[in-house]
């Protein structure tokens, strides 16, 4: 029976080992012949195959070395599982060894024709082969392997550096809230209530909103018509209650303007009161 065994070296050097055994089932005397193949050496590398000892179980009958494999002959001698050590392959590159790969260690199980009844001797079977993946393929594996890596990496930051970015703006955002509500709390209220005091103090609220607006959404609200901003709170889709509350704020400004009502001195807390309440949501958008 010839088979060819396909063992596990390194990463460089695929080994082969083709044996042949005269029949399904060994007995005590049986030989078996090895061949032993190294594929993928370059041109200045050449093989030394190192023999294994013989041992009570089996002997070594029969040794050849050609260029890149090498063949053997073993016999056995007791039955029960003989198992054949690993062959150490010398790889020899301008007279030093570069690397050494080994067989993996092979199983036979052993019978004797003096305590078995059935002798009688299977037919041979053909040849099977087994491969290895070669040197190419490992090198690609090795390759997808270290690109996931490196996109996974490269994700991982991103991702964390989102979530760095929302929470510094998250910071700003509460930064400019705040500022923008001690300016309103800070700001005084008119005290004779002559018309030049309440135009003052509504205009001032009313640039404090829009400076608010404009770290906010990053529009140019300062230069902004009161139409201009009904229009942009309008198509951004936010709540008919935004830009109600917009025009509500800005008919007491224009009311104060041009001195079209009169106002009491709780008038000017509860506008403070409502531009804040404003901003607000203004700040959750």
């Known amino acids: 029976m010839n088979i060819l065994l396909l063992l596990t070296s390194s990463f460089l ?11 399904d089932s060994l007995f005590v005397g049986s030989i078996v012949s090895f061949e032993v193949h190294l594929e993928n050496l370059n041109d200045d590398e050449f093989p030394t195959f190192n023999t294994f000892a013989n041992d009570s179980s089996y002997s070594l009958q029969e040794y050849k070395h050609y260029e890149n494999h090498a063949d053997f002959k073993i016999q056995f001698w007791e039955k029960g599982l003989v198992t054949i050590p690993p062959i150490a392959i010398e790889i020899i590159n301008s007279k030093k060894v570069q690397y050494t790969v080994h067989t993996k260690p092979i199983d036979f199980f052993i019978f004797s024709h003096l305590n078995d009844s059935n002798l009688t001797l299977k037919k041979n079977k053909g040849m099977s082969s087994i491969n290895l993946i070669n040197k190419n393929k490992l090198v690609l594996i090795l390759i997808i392997i270290i690109a996931l890596l490196f996109l996974s990496a490269y994700f991982y930051k991103k991702i ?12 700003n955002d509460i930064n400019i809230y705040s500022s923008i509500v001690d300016k309103i709390n800070n700001l005084k209220l008119p005290i004779n209530g002559n018309a030049n005091e309440v135009q003052e103090f509504y205009a001032k609220l009313s640039y404090i909103l829009r400076d608010f607006m404009k770290k906010k959404f990053y ?30 704020i800005n008919e007491k400004s224009d009311m104060a303007k041009y001195a079209l009502s009169n106002f009491k001195a709780n008038d000017f807390n509860d506008d403070k009161e409502a531009f804040i309440l404003f901003i607000e949501k203004l700040n959750k958008l």
């Open 219 to 248: 529009i140019r609200s300062t230069e902004m018509t009161t139409h201009e901003i009904f229009q942009y709170l309008r198509n951004k889709g936010f709540k008919s209650e935004i830009y109600n509350m917009w025009n509500k």
């Open 13 to 23: 050097f695929p080994i082969s080992m083709q044996y042949n055994i005269p029949s």
């Open 160 to 171: 964390n550096s989102n979530n760095q970015e929302q929470k510094v703006t998250e910071k």
